[in-house]
């Protein structure tokens, strides 16, 4: 049986020859390539979930409300406190994490015979769930600057038709905002080629130097903005994502949701974090603040660096990114190799983990020197 390979069973077509997503796992002191929190949740922070999952726990006999409408009513308000652009109940879905927000959306207005299209490098996910929902990729271009090309995506939109765009802002795995006279640009192409959906991912949004999308959603229908509690409150293990929309969207992702997707458990948990924003927002300031040192350091260090308003930092210019990779995780901290040619990506951490990855890269400069 241990000679049977994925490519052997009756896989979809699609599928064959791909990989998984994921990061190196590695027991090492400093582990910075998953562009997690850093800061463990607070204690008190810890004592309320456990309140509100023991309450939850009471009724697990019983299936959780499957329209997680307290839990979706907080996320708006969350929105609408943040960002000072209304968004209320009847814009807001939530689910298990961005990915299955992804994933609904895909599922609703992609599928067999219609195609997505994002501009890459970007988040790797999109296409693998398109791919996993029968959609069609296309991948659009980018500059070597890592923004987008806009004459070339708005050209790319209308040769293709494709029935989803994706806009990743701030960008993973480079780092770096998209204005919003480029998603407005792009919407109006993807409107004109066919009513096509937008979907704005601002899983990083939180760290952004500048503001959320969210005032776009006023007037168009086919714009969409996914975001998580998985990066800015510290709860990757949590695994909640949710949208913001115009409701007809949110009535439409329901068509193909599976029944009560999110447990008592997870909403209980949410909304124990949600409680808790103003000091979770405390850590994200915290992060920006090494984000931006990290930033400054590489460069003095002499180290090509894009502009970054995420939690991570992509860096370079290497001849092998790979092996400077490993040079510095013998130097004991992981970082991410995307696998774009010439750079790495580490994600901020705390001070002291960002020290260590500091001394490691400073040390590697020397070597590559000599």
């Known amino acids: ?3 049977v390979r994925i490519d052997d069973l009756p896989v979809r077509d699609e599928l064959r020859g ?3 997503y994921g990061a190196p796992q590695l027991d090492v002191p400093v582990r910075l390539n998953t562009n997690e929190n850093p800061y463990p949740l607070p204690e008190p922070l810890v004592e309320r979930i456990a309140e509100r999952v023991r309450e939850a726990a009471r009724n697990l006999n019983r299936y959780p409300d499957r329209d997680a409408v307290e839990l979706r009513t907080k996320l708006a308000e969350y929105l609408t406190d943040t960002s000072g ?5 009847a814009n807001v879905w939530a689910a298990n994490g961005s990915n299955e927000v992804i994933q609904q959306l895909l599922q609703t207005f992609g599928g067999p015979g219609r195609s997505a299209i994002g501009f890459e490098p970007s988040y790797s996910m999109h296409g693998l769930i398109a791919r996993g929902t029968g959609t069609g990729w296309i991948s659009g271009p980018r500059n070597e600057d890592f923004t987008i090309d806009v004459p070339a995506a708005e050209k790319a939109i209308a040769e293709h038709r494709p029935d989803v765009v994706f806009v990743t802002t701030p960008n993973n795995p480079t780092g770096n905002a998209v204005p919003p006279e480029t998603v407005l640009a792009l919407y109006e192409a993807a409107q004109a080629a066919k009513p096509s959906m937008v979907v704005v991912d601002e899983a990083y949004i939180e ?8 005032p776009l959603l006023d007037g168009r229908p086919n714009l969409v903005i996914s975001r998580t509690m998985s990066k800015a409150f510290g709860a990757a293990g949590l695994r909640l994502g949710y949208l913001a929309a115009h409701p007809a969207v949110v009535d439409a992702v329901q068509l193909v949701r ?6 008592a458990v997870t909403q209980a948990t949410a909304l124990a974090a949600l409680e808790h924003t103003g000091t979770l927002l405390g850590y994200v300031e915290q992060l920006k603040a090494e984000r931006d040192r990290l930033v400054r350091e590489l460069r003095a260090t002499g180290y090509d660096v894009v502009e970054s308003d995420a939690n ?3 860096f370079g210019r290497f001849e092998d ?5 490993q040079k510095i995780l013998d130097r004991g901290v992981l970082v991410r190799d995307n696998g774009i040619p010439g750079w790495l990506r580490v994600s901020a951490g705390t001070p002291e983990e960002n020290d260590a990855f500091l001394d490691a890269v400073r040390e590697l400069k020397k070597e590559q020197s000599t």
């Not at 990114?321 to 990779?325: D, I, K, L, Q, S």
């Open 258 to 263: 599976l029944p009560y997707h999110l447990s």
């Open 18 to 20: 791909k990989s998984p």
């Open 207 to 214: 760290f952004s130097h500048g503001d959320s999308l969210l």
């Open 321 to 325: 990114a790979h092996t400077a990779w």
């Open 85 to 89: 652009h209304e968004v209320g109940l």
């Open 312 to 314: 991570f930092v992509q």
């Open 1 to 3: 049986m241990s000679d």
